[in-house]
């Protein structure tokens, strides 16, 4: 019971913070005014933002700006409706994609579940939803991942009518960052770099295919 009551103070006082306080965030790319298309990313749980940035970078360099959400304490939960600030100061952008990792991805497919007229896709990495996704989702994990849940992932999968699914052979749940090695993750028979090239090859692809 302590525990729950320190647990409901912690988001209360995380919430009164947040009020009126704007989205803080990092941009990958230089054309983001120009834009047609844009994605969002949401970091994992208590993962620095900086730590997609090798990954990111990737999709930018091919045209394809890049907002990274800050999350307070850099945990999403505390702030799942960062994509709503972002839409709202590029009005801009035409073709909006949601990203995440991990606790990101959830909390990603939870804003498009709700907010789903505003993004033309979803893509997942080593995440899953736990509601019905109306837009195109791209999931991607790695075959050594021994983080992600596979039970909640394969019920997540089943409120998914639109799916691309791509397993990453090799790789595991941390390698999508360059946070270090995760307590309870598998090693990874791949290198980051393989792995990162990877999963920004199958996301530009996606992307592509979503905003045609």
């Known amino acids: ?11 209360l006082a995380a919430m009164l913070l947040l009020a009126g306080c704007r989205t803080e965030t990092i941009v990958y790319g230089d054309n983001l005014e120009t834009a047609e ?16 940035g090798q990954l990111l970078q990737m999709v930018c360099d091919q045209g394809i700006p890049v907002i990274v959400a800050r999350m307070p304490l850099n945990l999403a939960i505390l702030h799942g409706s960062a994509a709503s600030d972002i839409v709202k100061e590029h009005p801009e952008v035409d073709h909006w994609i949601l990203a995440g990792h991990s606790l990101g991805g959830y909390m990603a497919s939870g804003w498009v579940a709700k907010h789903g007229g505003y993004a033309d896709g979803l ?25 992600l849940n596979r039970d909640k992932y394969e019920k997540g999968m089943k409120m998914i009518p639109a799916l691309e699914e791509h397993v990453i052979e090799g790789g595991n749940h941390c390698q999508f960052g360059d946070y270090g090695f995760q307590k309870g993750d598998g090693e990874a028979s791949i290198n980051r770099t393989q792995q990162m090239e990877t999963t ?11 905003t045609q």
């Open 1 to 11: 019971m302590k525990n729950r009551i320190l647990m409901a103070l912690f988001l």
């Open 37 to 52: 298309t844009a994605v969002i990313f949401y970091p994992g749980g208590k993962v620095d933002p900086e730590a997609y």
């Open 123 to 147: 893509i997942l990495l080593a995440a899953y939803p736990t509601r019905e996704i109306d837009v195109p989702v791209l999931s991607i994990y790695g075959s050594a991942d021994g983080v």
């Open 200 to 210: 920004a090859s199958l996301m530009l692809s996606f992307i592509g295919t979503v």
